[in-house]
Antibody, heavy 119, light 109 residues
């Protein structure tokens, strides 16, 4: 069974870098699919941040592209998110998910992790 | 960027009702639309992909339709477990990115 789990700091200071890792079990991330990050500010809707292919090609939301990096660590079966120069507007629950490009949608999701940007 | 306008933002209905949620795209996107259900404190769950294909394990009372710029999610007979927030998601084949609709909160009347 495929499972995803986000990990990382729950509190980040303004102007600093948010770093999260998604650990995948039950499927090798280097074998197939894309791997996505999606966020949801408290009480608001979903926002796609970006995805990375199993071969390491990233695609980003244009509104965040200048601040975002998504990468794979196939040796640990993990993928990661870096978001630089964070502000209060980046406070959100961050989800990782498996992204199916042959049927564009995400079928497996992590439970989500709340990241608060505050000094 | 392609925008997705979802309506209504809130919908009040009763158990047994038939309800429809609509998403309109700012330009034609073929059939690249998925629908998700999200309950408080939980990750979204995919219900429909490719506009009308039911995800495995999802009850048949859920259905999707549409192509081009207008898409609908219909629940044929509301069950107590269906009260949640629903999101549409479009896939842009040119940019290879996704955009979500604003969400529809389905409440008990």
């Amino acid at each position: 069974q495929v499972q995803l789990q986000e990990s990382g700091p729950g509190l980040v200071k303004p102007s600093e870098t948010l770093s999260l890792t998604c650990t995948v079990s039950g499927f090798s991330i280097s074998r197939a699919y894309y791997w996505a990050w999606i966020r949801q500010p408290p009480g608001r809707g979903l926002e796609w941040i970006g995805s990375i292919s199993f071969s390491g090609s990233p695609y980003y939301n244009p509104s965040l592209k200048s601040r975002v990096t998504i990468s794979l660590d196939t040796s640990k079966n993990q993928f990661s998110l870096r978001l630089t120069s964070v502000a209060a507007a980046d406070t959100a629950v961050y989800y990782c998910a498996r992204d199916r490009r042959d049927r564009p949608s995400s079928d497996y999701w992590g439970q989500g992790t709340l990241v608060t940007v505050s000094s | 960027d392609i925008q997705m306008t979802q309506s209504p933002s809130t919908l009040s209905a009763s158990v047994g009702d038939r309800v429809t949620i609509t998403c309109r795209a700012s330009q034609s996107i073929g059939s690249w639309v998925a629908w998700y259900q999200q309950k408080p404190g939980k990750a979204p769950k995919v219900l429909i992909y490719d506009a009308s294909i039911l995800e495995s394990g999802v009850p048949s009372r859920f259905s999707g339709s549409g192509s081009g710029t207008e898409f609908t999610l219909t629940i044929s007979s509301l069950q107590p477990d269906d009260f949640a927030t629903y999101y549409c998601q479009q896939y842009n084949t040119y940019s290879r990115g996704y955009t979500f609709g604003q969400g529809t909160k389905l409440e008990i009347k």
